[in-house]
């Protein structure tokens, strides 16, 4: 079982979440972290960003960075401009653009139906997630966005 101290336990209470797809996996976020959807436009590229930073984009006058979220969790994707869309997340009191291949659902679950991720040892970090939720159809890994881009509160500060 995953580490006590990395797994963050979300309240029994129900939350509203929502699931997308990369790839042939399906992921969830707290609604309460989402802004807006937006349909898939294409990126200001920056010079030396890392990977998984596609670029920029401009949200209503504010320059905001625009991250492929498989290419950051490290699954397979591919961006169809068709299909793909932005999840406009606040992360840590900053705004981030998160490319999705699509949004599939809005669902309310109640917290007690999170397990925990499995310790898979050296190399894996189980807090990028408050866990697994089991569905009839698949599980759903519920991602922490506040953990998988904890340097976005450094370089605000900075």
């Not at 509203?16 to 797809?21: D, L, P, S, W, Y």
């Amino acid at each position: 079982m995953a580490d006590v101290a990395q797994y963050e336990k979300l309240s029994d209470a129900a939350l509203e979440i929502i699931a997308f797809h990369l790839g042939d996996q399906q992921f969830c976020i707290k609604t309460t972290s989402i802004r807006e959807i937006r349909g898939w436009a294409a990126a200001t590229p920056l010079p030396h960003a890392p990977a998984h930073v596609l670029g920029v984009m401009n949200l209503r006058g504010t320059v905001i960075p625009v991250i492929d979220l498989a290419a950051k969790l490290g699954v397979r994707s591919a961006i169809d401009a068709n299909r793909s869309a932005i999840v406009v997340a606040e992360v840590r009191n900053s705004i981030i653009g998160l490319v999705v291949d699509r949004v599939s659902d809005i669902l309310s679950i109640g917290g007690d139906r999170i397990q925990p991720v499995p310790d898979f040892g050296i190399g894996y970090d189980p807090a990028f997630s408050y866990g697994i939720i089991p569905f009839d159809q698949g599980m759903v890994c519920f991602l922490n966005l506040d953990h998988m881009f904890a340097a976005i509160e450094y370089a605000s500060a900075a």
